[in-house]
């Protein structure tokens, strides 16, 4: 019998009922900054609860729409925040599940990384981890059927992730998404100086962020070093904090949206 690993934040970062969850869903997109043209490679896409990320989530999944028919399988990076790893951690099941239904695991994928020293399998590690979870319904309002690799990102040098996303990448039915909220705890304004200088940095591919410009650092070093490689290109979808989105401007969280394609041709969208 196939393993599933259940939703563990339903009804805390988003709602745990299905109607409600699409309804909220459509009032992010309907909250997002629309940005249109681009054909996304990689996304970067924070993952607080709905109310205060959803939005800024939104304007990066919009553009999924186009590429319903087209993305097969989704490679799904993201932080750590409870059990700690000292590389990439696979969940050890077949398939996780939302209130929207069950995605499968791409298991041919895993299984092209399974040797790699720095991927382990850790189902503790993934067991109460939101910094996925709170991805997967988006993916699924946007998307046909498709398969997920999730990696849960410890410790893990930018060379190590990077050789992780280079084995995975596939062609235009793979698309790549790592989950990233940006500062903590500041000021408002402190907050967008320091969010605003470390979007200029992703939009340069800069491969040596920290854990005080982005929580999910490890994975978008990783990202960067191989958007690098591949010729990709960022573009800035959108940049907020939990202040602009709810209003309690003391201490915020920040928030950003980016996109990565595959052309150099289209404009990199400045701050």
Known sequence: ????????????????????????????FGRARAVSGLRPKALIVPHAGYVYSGPVAASAYALLESLRSVIRRVILLGPVHRV??????????GAFATPLGTIPLD???????????????SAAAHAQEHSLEVHLPFLQSVLGNFDLVPLAVGEASAEEVAEVLDRLWGGEETLIVVSSDLSHFLPHQDAE??????????LKLD????????????PINGL??????HGLAAHLLDLRNSGDTVGDHRRVVG???FALTETMREAVHAI
């Open 1 to 28: 019998m196939m393993r599933v690993r259940p939703p563990a934040v339903a009804g805390m970062f988003y709602p745990g009922d299905a109607d409600e969850l699409r309804q909220m869903i459509q009032a992010c």
């Open 84 to 93: 700690w790893v000292p590389g990439l951690a696979l969940p050890g099941v």
């Open 107 to 121: 298991q041919a994928a895993i299984a092209r990384i399974a040797d790699l020293p720095q991927v382990e399998v």
């Open 193 to 202: 100086r320091t969010d605003h200088a470390t979007a200029q940095a992703i």
């Open 207 to 218: 491969s040596h962020l920290d854990g005080q410009q982005a929580c999910g650092a490890y």
């Open 224 to 229: 960067m070093l191989a958007a690098k490689r």
């Open 255 to 257: 928030y950003g949206a």
